[in-house]
């Protein structure tokens, strides 16, 4: 097993198997999104909620429409709110207007 120095090492030369990217935190793209003029700027973390209930609770929900229904409508309100949008910062949706 490699050492962290060396796995470092390979991420900063370029030689990781994963691609290399950036994670914004959602009060970096806030300021992003001010100095380019957006308007209507709204952040949400899509799937805080369902990730943080059991696999099985989500699959009885699933299976009953009404209950999916209600669930998924209460996960886009829930996600979209601004201290939610952080939750999983690499799973940021911003949605802005010129």
């Not at 970096?28 to 001010?34: A, C, Q, Y």
């Amino acid at each position: 097993m490699e050492s962290y120095e060396d796995t470092v090492k390979k991420f900063e030369a370029g030689e990781t198997p994963w691609p290399v990217s950036y994670s914004f935190m959602p009060d970096e793209l806030n300021k992003i999104m001010k100095e380019n003029n957006m308007k209507n700027v709204k952040f949400a973390g899509p799937g805080a909620l369902s990730r943080s209930i059991p696999k099985e609770v989500l699959k009885n929900i699933m299976a009953d429409e009404q209950l999916k229904k209600e669930f998924l409508g209460f996960c886009y309100w829930y996600d979209s709110q601004p201290s939610v949008a952080g939750l999983g910062k690499d799973n940021i949706v911003v949605y802005a207007e010129r």
